[in-house]
């Protein structure tokens, strides 16, 4: 009697994950320690005073410091800079005797945070009560090109374009942007950070904003057994801090035709 083939197959571990790359993450400088541990070294930043999470305030906290009007290009007011922290979480549960549900937890966080943490940023941004509202462009080139020069007048360093994946192939396409290494840039050398959380909207937005910088705490998981149901169950979380520093510019363009995805 020939053995039945289901009695052949023996559990094997699933390929590992590989996050997209360009993200949001992968231009983020990376914040360490407590942010009041001194002054942001480029011109126009923001001093941040408070530690990571503020308990009282439940906030990161900073102002862009007053200009040197000598070198002021544009009339400028001091802006409030606040980072609020999230928790992005996720979850597993199985029956198996051998099932690690911390461990697959944890795997399942690392799968889907960069897209969660994408959703809230740039949620975030378009509610900044100082985002510049650039209206709409006839084309991406314009749209672009309109974005970068908002950020040479208005800030003194290097800015952060966020675009949705929607509008990847058209700046490829017009050779608005191209490859550096494991990051995409424009030809001025702003970096792109091409986030898949972004709205994938038709028209689409693209958004300008100043250096980003992203604090968050190691994965925190909490487990748990089910006797009556026999199952293994974990729930792993971390908490995230993210701020632009000083600039905030969105403008709305024509995406691929047939891309709305919302």
Known sequence: MSTPPEALRYPVAPPSAVPRPFGLLSVAVEGEGSPAAGPAPWERGVDYYSPLCNRAT?????????PDFEKELVPFDPVRVEGAPFTVTSGSICTAPSFDAEVEAEVQLARGEAYRVEELFFAGQL????????????????????????????????PV???????????????LVERDGE???????????V????????PATLLITGQVTAWRTEPFVNSDFNVRKNERLAIAERTYVLTADCLAAAITVPGCPGGETQ
Not at 183 to 193: D, L
């Open 58 to 66: 439940g906030s990161l906290e900073g102002w862009c410091p007053e």
């Open 195 to 202: 986030g898949a959380g972004y709205p994938q909207s038709d």
């Open 127 to 158: 509610t900044r009560p100082e985002l510049a509202d650039l209206g709409a462009a006839s084309d991406i080139a314009c749209a672009l090109g309109a974005l970068e020069a908002y950020a040479a007048s208005h800030y003194g360093a290097r």
């Open 161 to 175: 374009l966020h675009a949705p994946v929607v509008l990847l192939p058209l700046l490829f396409r017009d050779r």
């Open 183 to 193: 990051r995409i840039v424009t030809g001025w050398g702003t970096p792109v950070a």
